[in-house]
């Protein structure tokens, strides 16, 4: 199975970490995190540069204009289960 993240880019879904909102959860940490990732090469812009959610995956941070919520609903769609189960 495979997660549409926007701008016709998917990941398999074996390879997802975490789904993270960037608006809302403006913290120090997520910003750090992001900043030592760019560093590295390993951020992936496919926001159009207006970032909602991020993407944490086994090699890369995908950065999604797809909300976090919508981003989990769609991870819990793929894997069969229901939103109460999450």
Request: net charge neutral; aromatic share 4%; glycine share 4%.
């Amino acid at each position: 199975m495979f997660l549409h993240l926007g701008a016709d880019t998917v990941v398999p879904l074996r390879e997802v970490i975490a789904i993270n909102d960037l608006k809302h959860t403006q913290s120090k940490a997520n910003g750090i995190f992001i900043k030592n990732m760019r560093e590295k090469d390993k951020v992936v812009d496919v926001s159009d540069n207006q970032p909602k959610s991020f993407v944490i995956t086994d090699g890369l941070v995908y950065l999604s204009a797809i909300s976090a919520l919508t981003l989990k609903k769609r991870a819990h769609h793929l894997n069969g289960l229901e939103h109460d189960e999450a």
